[in-house]
Structure formats: C-alpha cells, structure tokens
C-alpha cells in the first residue's frame, strides 16, 4: 500500500512507532568509521557549558555529546523515543530529559542555555518553516552560545531513496518497518552553502563539516 504524503502528526506517529527499531541505523557497517570519528570529536565542543538538546530521540547522540558538559538537557515530544535515550547510561548528574516541542521550546524558556546541540532534526524541518525555528532556537540560547547541527548526508549506497519532491523543494523518502507498515517522511539534504545562507544575523564563524555519511555545522551567536 502507498504510504500517505507525510504531514506533523504522521512523522510524529511514525518516530514513535519506529522507537524500539530506530537505533538499526547505526549499526550499518559503512557508517561505523565515521561514528567513531564523531563520537571522539563531539565532547570537547561542549566542555564546560551548559547545553540545550533538541529533538533528542532516543538519545544515540547523548552519551557522547554530553561527556565534558556541566548540564545537559536532552528533549523531545515523544514519549516512546525519549523512554529509549532515559535507558542509556549518562553522565552521573548531568544529563536530564524533558518533554519539549521542538518548534516552539516554549517548555524551556527561562532556562540559561549557552549551548545547543540538534541531531537529525534540521533535515525534517519543512523549508518553509526552518528560518522560524532557527530564530526560535536562537531566542532560547544566550549571547555567545555554541551551536552545533548533525544530520544526514545523502550517499546513495546507504541513505534511502528520494521517492518525492514538492512545490516547496522539500524532498521525500518512503521507509518500511518490521511491522510491514510504510510510511512517508520529509528528509531534506542541504548543500554547505543553502544551510549556511539560512542562520540569520546572529551567527558568526560558520563552519561546515563533512563525515561522509553525517554533515556538521557549527556557529556561536552574538
């Protein structure tokens, strides 16, 4: 059957009901060099600060990212993927979970945060709506504050198939679960230059960084 175009609610049913399988991803053979890289390079760009995680799943991320932190708060809106990332071992009195939206992180305002750390989330964001968010995550983080994007890069012998793309450019993949069930989920891959160009004003020493199968891009905020 011929999954549905995806919408909000859809990618959020999907996260949920793909929570106990997510983590397969991970354990394909080509992305282990690359994750190991990643995983040594992630602690010392957040030693010392206090950090804001958003959209944390199930918390593959966490772990490493947060190993040097002083504070650490890992959130997402799912409770099934965030059941997931509470299991994992974390450093001892640093890392904490919260129920936030990710579009709004209405739940954290007031919170001093002088760093963040988004991982897979940037390439679900419709395009329409990512300068929004980014000021909204901008609003929530203190002058000065680390910033730092994961996600996805397109290698067509590992990633999925773009099976759509809409009026907007965003673009889409049809994926399966162990159910059988498919599902559409919004997945966009931005070139260096599209994601830089969308920061805004506040950010200063944009960087890109390329793993292959992972790109990395990060700022600090005036």
Known sequence: MKPEFATEESMRAYYAQRAPE????????????TLRRMEAWLPPL?????VLEVACGTG??????????????ATDLNEETMAVAR????????????RADAYTLA????????????A?????????RLDAWLATLHCALQPGAFVLHVDN??????SSPITRRDDEGNTYQTRSLSDGSTHEVLKNF?????????LGQRARDARWHDFTHYWALSYTLT
């Open 46 to 50: 957040f030693a010392g600060r206090r």
């Open 60 to 73: 593959w991320w966490t772990p490493h990212a947060a190993q040097q932190a002083s504070a650490w708060l």
């Open 107 to 118: 739940e954290v305002q007031g919170q001093v945060f002088d760093a963040a750390f988004i």
């Open 87 to 98: 299991a994992k071992p974390q450093k001892p009195g640093c890392v904490q979970f919260a």
């Open 190 to 198: 931005p070139t260096a230059a599209e994601a830089i160009a969308r």
């Open 120 to 128: 897979c989330w940037w390439s679900h964001i419709p395009l329409a």
């Open 153 to 158: 890069a397109f290698v067509q012998t590992s």
């Open 22 to 33: 997510y983590e397969a991803v991970y354990h394909k053979p080509e992305r282990q060099a």
